[in-house]
């Protein structure tokens, strides 16, 4: 029988692992999202990581950038440039489609998590995608410039100041929903995703009562792994490597490790970084080393094979 | 020395005898367009009437159907299609970044009339097209299936049901503009568009204190003129004949011209009507006879010309 697994993800590393656990056989998965990269952006609110979960494992995902949607236009972004809105963040013309409907639904007095899984299910997502929470939270970073909402330096500064402090702001008063919790109290399996430890899975845990809701999962015997978004040094996508350091962390797996030690029972490295396992299994941690890079649909599924495995060998 | 004109304006109708009005020599022309057609779609306000005046004066109006803008794609709305949104009313990519860019600077707490002077400014339109009002007023008609919001009616129904009775809701506690005020208070015309003189040019005169304004103005000598919509017998666009005869009103250029008759001084109808005029000069109204079909942007200007030199020859 298959295990009911939980996956806290961000945006693409995410997407990637949770479709691999979607193609696995009569999975039954759910994914837990960060929502402190959402934004507003022209009075739209715009889900970064849920919609690239959403779009990845509706299949209609731009593979080549990990994100937005595929065969892309770009006809009311120049359209709203002519009228002198912003537009370096780039909505094409079926995602904006995606940010309206939600807007529109919101505003009508919907709650965030039903929106979401209506948007889903009329795009064949058969898995449910849910908020960390239906409460606002955003993230902001303190640069030398002073303080910037999230995605004003992920994207139009193409995250070039350096980071030296992280806030999240609103988390004091954000819950889990109903539905992560209940989510969380059925899972077999708890899996962190190769996601941004700092920004895309700080953020979940961060949530007050969540982390304890994981911590419960894992006290009755329900293993929680991470894999590590850090190979060989080197984030495979997004800021990680930089953020750990300019944080003072160590950018390495070895480092995630130490940041989920507390939490995760079992740590998943890249072969690339064998020669940290040792010292990922000083921190008692379970480990595994597997090539963790997901080039394609199969290493997609061989990772989250692999990862569901060695959950299973926890478990024993 | 060039009058200064102010247009009452509808849409189609009234947008093309504005591009007439501005495309003589030295124009001072300011439009003030109904909004009581105004609607909201997936939380954006579209606003048929003014959009289509600033698309026909910015040149980028589809010509072909008269209104949206010209060489339009669909790439957004058959994505909210797909996620269960309604589509009949059909808005094109390029439209529908007016509609985010104009709600998101309401939403932020900007004025109407300012906000629809920052878009044509920027779309290039040195005419100033005013909202009637910054506060909502919205058509509803009564049909054999109850009352209907305008737009339900015009675009979803394709205007079958017959009307039996129109109200403004809003209209009560709607103010005219200051800029609308100013602009009628400089007027040396005032020009009625050929627009349906119950749905679009009936809003505007609705407004408490806004036909009063023009009163004030044909009192101090500016002649006020109409233009007939209706043409042997039909609207030249849009339901205007069906709804003045569904009303028990006569569905003629002389039924209009009684519509006016309290306000207006001058009236012009089509050669196509010329049996009329003796009907309308017994109301009290200077008569003009001319060709009021505008096919072209020649035969616009020339009607706008004409009608000019019909307001001066009253005012003598």
């Avoid at 009228?83 to 409907?101: N, S, V």
Wanted: net charge negative.
């Amino acid at each position: 029988m298959p295990a009911r697994v939980v996956l806290l993800a961000g945006g693409v590393g995410g997407a990637k692992l949770a479709s691999g656990l979607a193609a696995q056989p009569d999975p039954d998965l759910t994914v837990v999202v960060n929502t402190a990269d959402d934004t507003d952006m022209q009075g739209l609110l715009v889900m970064p990581d849920h919609d690239t979960v959403m779009y990845t494992l509706a299949g209609i995902v731009d593979r080549d950038q990990g994100w937005g949607v595929g065969d892309e236009t770009y006809t009311t972004l120049e359209a709203l440039g002519r009228l002198g809105e912003e537009t370096w963040f780039r909505l094409g013309d079926r995602d904006l489609a995606t940010h309206i409907a939600r807007t529109a639904r919101l505003r009508a007095g919907r709650r965030l998590t039903e929106v979401c899984l209506e948007l889903q299910r009329s795009l064949g997502v058969a898995t449910p995608i849910l908020p960390m929470t239906d409460d606002p939270v955003r993230t902001h970073v303190r640069t030398a410039d002073g303080w910037l909402a999230f995605q004003d330096w992920f994207v139009r500064l193409r995250q070039r100041p350096a980071v030296s402090e992280i806030r999240f702001d609103g988390i004091e008063a954000a819950r889990p929903t109903a539905e992560v919790l209940a989510a969380l109290e059925a899972a077999e399996v708890v899996v962190i995703a190769p996601s941004n430890p700092l920004v895309s899975i700080g953020p979940i845990l961060a949530v007050p009562g969540l982390r304890a809701a994981i911590e419960t999962a894992g006290a009755r015997g329900a293993p929680i792994v991470a894999v590590s978004p850090i190979v060989a040094g080197k984030a495979l996508r997004g800021p990680a490597d930089r953020m750990l350091a300019d944080l003072g962390l160590e950018s390495t797996a070895r480092g995630v490790a130490r940041l989920y030690a507390g939490l995760a029972g079992g740590f998943v490295l890249d072969s690339a970084d064998a020669d940290q396992e040792a010292d990922v299994e000083a921190m008692g941690l379970a480990t595994l080393v597997v090539d963790t890079i997901m080039v394609d649909d199969t290493t997609r599924r061989r990772l989250a094979a692999d990862v569901l495995a060695f959950a299973a060998s926890m478990a024993v």
